[in-house]
């Protein structure tokens, strides 16, 4: 059964940090992207970042560039998204996915953590 379970979500102040992590399980990813998407009550869901297991080359949203940093490690099976700099803006339940071909669906989803950052 293949999973994606993100976890690091909480409660921070606008400028602050916070690393979420996403554990994968179930099968292998090495040929996948994996990303991160958020979705704020109200607001459609939004990319913020992929970055592909092989090469490690990484792509973000324009809305995030320069502030947030994708990364895997192969060794865990786990990608991360390290969030700097954070703004209220960004406050939304932040998804993992995975997807074989980044011009189609996304083909797994985690379940979310939740971010919320306070001004």
């Known amino acids: 059964q293949v999973q994606l379970v993100e976890s690091g979500g909480g409660l921070v102040q606008a400028g602050g940090s916070l690393r979420l992590s996403c554990a994968t399980s179930g099968r292998t990813f090495s040929r996948y992207a994996m990303g991160w998407f958020r979705q704020a009550p109200g607001k459609e869901r939004e990319f913020v970042a992929r970055?592909?297991?092989?090469?490690?080359?990484?792509y973000y949203g324009d809305s995030v560039k320069g502030r947030f940093t994708i990364s895997r490690d192969n060794a865990k099976n786990t990608v991360y998204l390290q969030m700097n700099s954070l703004k209220p803006e960004d406050t939304a339940l932040y998804y993992c996915?995975?997807?074989?071909?980044?011009?189609?669906?996304?083909?797994?989803w985690g379940q979310g953590t939740q971010v919320t950052v306070s001004s």
């Open positions: 996915a995975a997807t074989i071909n980044i011009y189609s669906d996304w083909d797994y």
């Open positions: 970055i592909r297991w092989s090469s490690g080359n990484t």
